[in-house]
C-alpha cells in the first residue's frame, strides 16, 4: 500500500521522438492509487486533443512540478501489459545514456515482450457420437451433398478426437461447419490451456540429469576460483579463454550449479547461430525444467510464457541471444557470454547497444557475477583482462576431437605467376582430391564480406588503403561515367580508381568479387564426381533450410559444403578432415578498424572444423597478403601475438578498445540539408570541448548514401575517454532538440561493429 501523499506519475510516452523523450507528470487518479506501480504500462491522455496513449510510469512520488489543478489524470492501467521492474527501468535509463536513444527505445529494450498474450490454447475437436452413429451419419450428409460434414464424420468415425488445426487445415473445413455440426449435438469443440514449454519434446519426456562430467584439474580451479568469490560475496568479471572443444561449457554448467544451490538465477547468451540442439540438450540433461529457451522462432505468446516463468521464478536458467539479458529473474547471480567476441551481441537497431556492456551494468545492479568465453576474445575483453580489469583464465587443450589441425597458408600472387587462375589453389586441388578418393568431407569457406569491394594487386598483394584511416577503400563505379572511384567508408577520402597498380605496375588490380555460387559452379568444373551443398543467404531464406543443409551434411549426403561465415561456427562434423578458406583478405579488407579481428576470429573458427574426430584435419588458408599479421598469427593458432600488433595498431590509430568512436549518422529526406547538418553538428562536436580535442573524421556521405529515399551522412568522433563522448553526444541530443528539423533525425552508435 502507497502512502495516500504519493499521487503522481511521471510517465514516459510511447512515441519515440526526441521531442517527447522526457517525463511526462500526471494525476493519479483515486481508483488506481493502490493498483499503480513503478513499471507499469497505462494509458494516459495527451498532447492537445488528449488523445490515448500508451505510456510506462518510471516514478510515483507525492512531489508535483506543476501546478496540481493543471496536471491531466492517468486514464487506467493497460491490461496485460508487462511491467517492468524497478531495475530494468535503471538498466533502460543506462542504456539511454550510454548509447544514446529515446527512453522509450531504451524501455522498450529491455522489455521485449510488449504485451502479454493469452495463454496458447489447444482445440480439439470431439466426437459426441459413437463410433458407428459417426459413421452413418457421413453417409447421411453424403447423400444430402453436404461433402465438409460427410468428410469430417468419416474421419471422426475412424478417430475419435481430432486437433482441430488438422480439421480446419487438411481437412479443410470451415469453422462454420463445425459449428454448424455443433448445434446438431454431434461434435464438441474442447479447448485446452497449456503452458508453452520451450523444452523438447522428447526431452520433456522422461528427463532425467546424466551423470556429470569429471571436471579436470584445470576445468576445477576455474569453477573453484570464481564459486569462492562468488560465496565471498565478491562480484567481478572473469574471462575464460579456451579454444573450441577445450570444456568451457562443462565450467558454465558447473558453475551455474553452484550459482543455484546458493539460490541464485543465472542468464546464459549464446549467439543465436551457435544455439545448437546439442548444446541445448546438454543444459537440459543437466538441469531439466529449471532451464528455459529463448530465440528468435518463439512467438510472442511463448515469449511472454518464459518471461512470465522466469518473473515468477519458475525457472534458474535462461539460455539465448541478445535479448535474453532482459530476463526479469528476481535472483540474478550470475551472467554468462559465450563466444563473447561475435557481432550480433551488439544490436543494430536502436539504441546500438552491446550485451557485454550491458551485461556489465546489469551485473553491478544485481551484484551478480560475469563471465565470458571465447575462442578468440574480443580485443575490448583481452585488453581489459590485460589491464587486470577483469580475471583471465585459459584453457588450452582441446579434451575430445583430437589434435589441432595443420594449417597451410598459401600465397595466390605465387599461384598468378605460375599460371594458375583458378580460385583454386594448387595445394587445395590436391587435398580436395584426395579427400573425394578417401571419402573425406571438405568444407570451403568464403566470407560474404568481401562484397564491400576493396581493390588489390593480384600480382603483388598491394590493397589501396585511405591515408587517413588506414582501412582498405572500397570500389563504386558510377554507372553514367563508367568510371570507378575508391572511397574510404571512415572520413569519405575519394580517388580515381587505378589502372595499374600504383606499386608494380602489374594490370592485374581488381576489386575483388567472388561468391558462393561461383565457386559452387567452379568446383562441378573442376570436380564433376563431388557432392556439393551451398549455404549462404540465398539457400537458407527458409526457415528450416539452415537446418536441413547442415544435417544433409551431416548424414554425408555431400562431399563439400561451400559456404559463407555461417558454416564455420559450432557445428562439428566427424568426417570433415579439410578447410579451404578461399580469400582470407576478403575479411581482411573490409574497409573497417575490426577487419583484422574479424578476421582472425574466422580463420581461428574456420580452422577448428577440421579434424574433430580421430581423423587428422588440415587447413588451407589462401591470401594475397600472406605476410599480414593476422594470417601469420592465425596460422600459428597465436591468439597473444595477434593480440600485440592488433593493439598497437589501434593504439596507434585511436580505434577502439584503446581510444573510443562514436558515430553519428544524419538521417534526411533532403540530400543538402542533409550534408549542411552533418557538417554543422560535426563543427559543434569539434568544439563542444575544445580543452579535450577530440579528433572529428568527416561528415561524409555513408557508403550506402540512400535508403528509402532517406539521405544518410555520417561522421566519426574518436576519443581515448568515453565518457567525453557521451558528453558530445548530450551536447548534440541538446542542441537537436532546440532546433526545428522536422525531417531529420540523427542516430548515435559507440564503438561501431559495422560500415555505414
Ligand atoms: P567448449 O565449450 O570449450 O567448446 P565443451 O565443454 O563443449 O568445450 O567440451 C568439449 C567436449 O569435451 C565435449 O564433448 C564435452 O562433453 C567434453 N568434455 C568437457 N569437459 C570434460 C571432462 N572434464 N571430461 C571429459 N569430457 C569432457
Ligand atoms: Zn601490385
Ligand atoms: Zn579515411
Known sequence: MKSMGNCFANIIVDISHEKVD??????????????????????????????LIKGYVIEITDHAEYDESRLKMVDSIVEGGISAQGDMLRLAWWIKENYGSTMIAALKTVLPVKKKLK???????????????????????????QKAKARLMRELSIQQILPQALVTGKLNITTQTIQSLEREGIIEVQTEDIYRSTLPKNIADGWQQKTKKQLSEKQNEIVDRIATDFREGIRQTYLLHGVTGSGKTEVYMELIERVIAEGKQAIVLIPEIALTYQTLVRFYQRFGDKVSVMNSRLSAGERSDQYERAAKGDIDIMIGPRSALFTPFERLGLVIIDEEHEGSYKSEGMPKYH???????????????????SATPSLESYYRAKSGEIKLFELKERLAGGELPKVYVEDLRKELKSGNRSIFSRRLQ???????????????????????????????????KCPHCDVSLSEHTDRYRKTSRLVCHYCGYETQGVSNCPKCGSKYILGFRAGTQQIEELLHREFPQARVLRMDADTTKNKDSYEQILSQFANEEADILVGTQMIVKGHDFAKVTLVGVLAADMSLYAGDYRAGERTFQLLTQAAGRAGRSALPGEVVIQTYQPEHYTIIHAANQDYEGFYEEEIAYRDLMLYPPVAHMMA???????????????????????HCCPDKRPVIIGPSEASIGRINDIYRNIFYIKHRGYQVLVD?????????????????????????????
Open 355 to 373: 550485451a557485454r556492456e550491458v551485461a556489465g551494468e546489469l551485473c553491478r545492479m544485481k551484484g551478480a557475477s560475469l563471465l565470458l568465453g
Open 664 to 686: 553519428v549518422l544524419v538521417l534526411s529526406k533532403d540530400e543538402l540539408s542533409g550534408m549542411a547538418r552533418s557538417r554543422e553538428l560535426a563543427d559543434r562536436a569539434k
Open 119 to 145: 495463454q496458447i490454447v489447444k482445440k480439439t475437436v470431439v466426437c459426441k457420437v459413437d463410433a458407428e452413429t459417426a459413421g452413418i451419419k457421413a453417409e447421411e450428409y453424403e447423400s444430402k451433398h
Open 430 to 464: 590436391t587435398l580436395i582430391g584426395d579427400r573425394l578418393a578417401k571419402g573425406e568431407q571438405t568444407m570451403l569457406f568464403i566470407n560474404r564480406r568481401g562484397y564491400a569491394g576493396f581493390v588489390s594487386c593480384r600480382a603483388c598483394g598491394h590493397v589501396m
Open 22 to 51: 522526457r517525463p511526462f507528470q500526471y494525476r493519479i487518479p483515486d481508483a488506481l492509487q493502490d493498483a499503480l506501480s513503478v513499471g507499469m504500462a497505462v494509458m494516459i491522455p495527451f498532447g492537445r486533443g488528449n488523445n
Open 728 to 756: 558530445i553526444k548530450d551536447d548534440l541530443e541538446r542542441f537537436i532538440n532546440t532546433m526545428q528539423w522536422e525531417s531529420d533525425s540523427v542516430q548515435f552508435d559507440f564503438d561501431p561493429m559495422n560500415n555505414y
